[in-house]
């Protein structure tokens, strides 16, 4: 849970596609995805054009799979929804994103 609703994904820099950083901040929804309408766009084989959701909900950060085809994984388990906490690894196609709460949100780029 994070304690002002800040949610920040980040992957490694040697990312296919990558690197990739992406902030969620309260009351926000968005989709992941390699399609050009996803508002979190992985350049990565694996990934469908629109591969799961992120949704901050209080002060914690969910996830649900859109009927991906190659799934949606959490700390290497798939699951279609999933409430994400600080040390996750969110696993999209081959791109993995740790997930961090809170902090200092200045030095990652705004949302798309």
Same mark, same amino acid.
């Given at each position: ?37 996803? *508002? ?8 469908? #054009? ?25 700390? *290497? ?5 999933? &409430?994400?906490? &600080? ?6 196609? #081959? ?8 902090? *200092? ?8």
């Amino acid at each position: 849970m994070s304690a002002n609703g800040m949610w920040v994904l980040r992957s490694a820099e040697n990312a296919e596609g990558g690197p990739y950083v992406f902030r969620m901040t309260p009351g926000r929804v968005r989709t992941l995805g390699r399609g050009p309408r996803a *508002d979190f766009v992985l350049d990565a084989a694996l990934v469908s #054009r629109t591969h799961c959701r992120l949704v901050v909900v209080g002060n914690e950060l969910i996830v649900e799979n859109l009927g991906s085809t190659n799934g949606t994984f959490v700390n *290497d388990r798939s699951v279609e929804r999933a &409430t994400l906490k &600080t040390g996750d690894r969110l696993r999209v196609g #081959r791109v993995e994103l740790d997930i961090s709460s809170g902090g *200092d949100l200045s030095q990652t780029p705004s949302e798309s």
